[in-house]
């Protein structure tokens, strides 16, 4: 506990390590130029799909309290203000499935009591969020962030394996609610007549099973074998919400004789109803609430200060990995101090608040990784066909590359720079029979993309614009409007399956049904590590404790007005990790199967592309007769879990792998 002794240390080293780079984050972002608009697109269509989606789901279960409008709202306020103030630019910010949770639970309790009922709901929701700044700004003023490392693996996946289902809860939800009347519709309305409620509720069946396989067919464009790269990528960025369009578009096929409202398209009142603009003075009401729900407000403000205090900080650090090698510091401390007052903002103006976000957070990093390869590679390019052309001798020519190399990437020439550099050396010093390449046989397109280590442009200029993307959606909402409910509840079991892979809580979960006589499939394919070293009698007593704990976390989940505490469950999951699983499991074993990494090992026979995003070895492809054609972000991919994790990919089993990591006051440091 030293570190509650040193109130304001870490928002002090936050702000004063952020202040030293805030310049160059905007310089870096203007001098992209027009290339930083591909990963500003990417990352809004990325956060604007499910910030409608969840404003729809916020619509029908708060009767219409809040909307798509106030989700976009909130996104977009909170984006613009962490975008200019934020600590780590790269963090996205968002509305996020736990906040609605939580805003629903608010909303069953407030409309059964007579002293708030739907009218004083977000007033009351106001005080919520006051009292939940007031406990972030603690959490950060005496540095509670040094302690995010307790929440390991375990718990995070189990919480993400609750969201997904949660998502599929809702998912079925929708479709079953397409066959029944809407609460507060006239059933007399033709299109809530028998044949044309069953014609809409079939038309859902359609709409969201298509937007469900299409979206998971082209999330995966990139490793199919037809057509070019570009085609491949831009499917594989940009095809969800390009399906949402397609789906919507096909909406509007049905024959002409169906009746105005069959199938279901979303609702929400626009920017400028009454409906909207009441949330903007929803302060004037928070003097209404009698001073006992005032106090009884912090209940619920710990579990969600609880909720943003975990989701925002592990967003955070997935979006800084050291393995995509960031050189501005990180601002954990600072950032949740900023989120206090995002927080009391969105109360007072009546919207749900925006936190970090999965797996946005990442996917916007690894997005600007790829753009400063190509910004990168470019330069390098350049220099080496210079000196080439100059009969510059192989020393040189390299020795002029890493000059560039460390112009471009603002950094003194380190140990830890060279050795990142040592692949793209060997490659300009030697020739195919290992001696020093003499005789000019070095390829400046072919080893300089090869071997190129991992850059990320860091900058706030793409998080900046895709919130102004967002705020502008507000003025479409006449067109988001178009969008079938159905396909949005597609769009919810998509979020939820492909937040699956990845998550070796799952990948244990099937391993668990797969026959003694086939196991050695598994091995033949890229496996978790854990698969080699841990027991399979191990594994299992490991995965159904987790199991059991999860459905006890999804059981909370159902109870009406007591469910606010299912956070609680993931709290205690912290001391039930430190103190009694080491002595159920062998402390190594423990490691690998709540480590702090996702490794993986790779099948025999099979390419492993290293993040170095080295292509493939000549020795293990054959012919040079027609080069492989693998893109970044295409390798990128293969090694991002779908939260946006980035995986270890050895060759084999190693002993001496790096061990569980700590989160320790604002740096990551080996137990």
């Known amino acids: 506990m030293e570190h509650m002794k040193s109130p304001f240390r870490g928002i002090a080293h936050d702000v004063r390590g952020r202040l030293l780079c805030y310049k160059r984050d905007w310089i870096a972002g203007i001098t992209s130029g027009f290339g930083i608009l591909a990963p500003t697109t990417y990352i809004f269509f990325a956060s604007a799909l499910p910030v409608i989606a969840f404003g729809e789901q916020l619509s029908r279960d708060t009767d219409g309290s809040l909307s798509t409008v106030e989700t976009l709202a909130s996104t977009a306020i ?21 906040t609605v949770i939580m805003y629903v639970y608010l909303y069953n309790f407030a409309k059964g009591k007579q002293d708030l009922g739907q009218e004083l709901f977000l007033a009351w929701a106001g005080w919520v969020c006051m ?38 809860q809702e998912a079925i939800k929708g479709i079953v609610s397409e066959f029944k009347v809407p609460k507060n519709e006239d059933p007399n309305e033709v299109k809530y007549q028998f044949e044309w409620i069953y014609t809409n509720g079939l038309l859902a069946i359609v709409f969201s099973f ?17 057509g070019t790269g570009r085609l491949r990528s831009f499917i594989a960025d940009y095809g969800v919400p390009l399906m949402v369009v397609v789906w919507t578009a096909l909406s509007f096929g049905v024959p002409s004789k169906i009746p105005s409202g069959v199938p279901r398209r ?97 996917m916007h990093t690894k997005s600007l990784a790829v753009l400063k390869k190509q ?20 020393t040189e020519i390299y020795n002029k590359m890493q000059t560039v190399f460390i112009q471009i990437d603002s950094s003194p020439i380190t140990t830890s720079v060279v050795k990142e550099l040592k692949d793209l050396q060997e490659a300009v010093m030697k020739g195919e029979d290992g001696k020093e390449n003499t005789n000019g046989k070095f390829d400046p397109e072919e080893h300089i993309d090869a071997n190129l280590p991992v850059r990320v442009n860091e900058q706030r200029v793409s998080n900046l614009l895709q919130s102004i993307l967002l705020a502008a959606s507000l003025c479409a909402m006449p067109v988001i409007k178009l969008i079938p409910t159905s396909v949005l509840w597609g769009y919810f079991a998509y979020m939820a399956i492909d937040s699956l892979p990845g998550n070796q809580f799952w990948e244990r979960i099937m391993l668990l049904f797969v026959p003694y006589g086939r196991r050695y499939k598994v091995l033949e394919k890229v496996h978790a590590s854990f698969i080699e070293s841990v027991p399979f009698r191990s594994m299992v007593i490991f995965t159904v404790f987790q199991v059991v704990y999860f459905l006890v976390c999804y059981g909370m989940t159902w109870i009406p007005v007591a469910g606010i505490l299912f956070p609680v469950p993931f709290f205690l999951l912290i001391s039930i990790r430190q103190h009694i699983l080491p002595k159920i499991f062998q402390l190594h074993h423990l490691r690998e199967l709540d480590a702090a990494e996702y490794e993986e090992i790779a099948g025999s026979p099979a390419r492993a592309p290293s993040f170095s995003l080295r292509e493939m070895d000549s020795t293990l492809g054959g012919s040079n007769e027609g080069d492989v054609s693998i893109c970044d972000a295409e390798i990128l991919d293969e090694l991002t879990t779908s939260r946006g994790e980035l995986k270890v990919r050895n060759l084999s089993f190693r002993e001496d792998r790096r061990t569980q990591q700590i989160y320790h006051d604002d740096y990551i440091q080996s137990e």
């Open 131 to 168: 009292w939940t700044a007031v406990l972030l700004f603690l959490l950060a003023i005496f540095n509670a962030c040094v302690i995010i490392n307790r929440f390991t693996r375990i718990a995070g996946e189990t919480f993400g394996m609750l969201i997904a289902v949660l998502f599929i």
């Open 210 to 226: 298509g937007l469900l396989y299409t979206a998971l067919k082209g999330r995966k464009a990139r490793s199919w074998w037809c």
């Open 266 to 362: 979303l609702f929400s009142p626009l920017l400028w109803e009454s409906e909207s603009t009441y949330h903007w003075t929803v302060i004037k009401d928070m003097g209404r609430v009698p001073p006992a729900y005032i106090m009884a407000a912090i209940i619920p403000a710990l579990m969600i200060s609880g909720l943003y205090f975990f989701d925002h900080s592990v967003a955070s650090q997935l979006a800084q990995q050291k393995e995509f090698n960031l050189k501005n510091p990180s601002a954990y401390h600072y950032d949740i101090l900023l989120l206090g007052f995002m927080t009391l903002l969105c109360g007072l103006l009546g919207l749900p608040p925006s936190n970090g976000v999965l797996p946005q957070s990442p």
């Open 375 to 394: 910004f990168i590679r470019k330069k390098l390019v350049e220099s080496a066909k210079e000196s080439i052309k100059l009969k510059a001798s192989n």
């Open 78 to 98: 909170c984006g613009l203000i962490h975008a200019i103030l934020g600590g780590q630019p790269l963090l996205i910010l968002g509305v996020a499935e736990p």
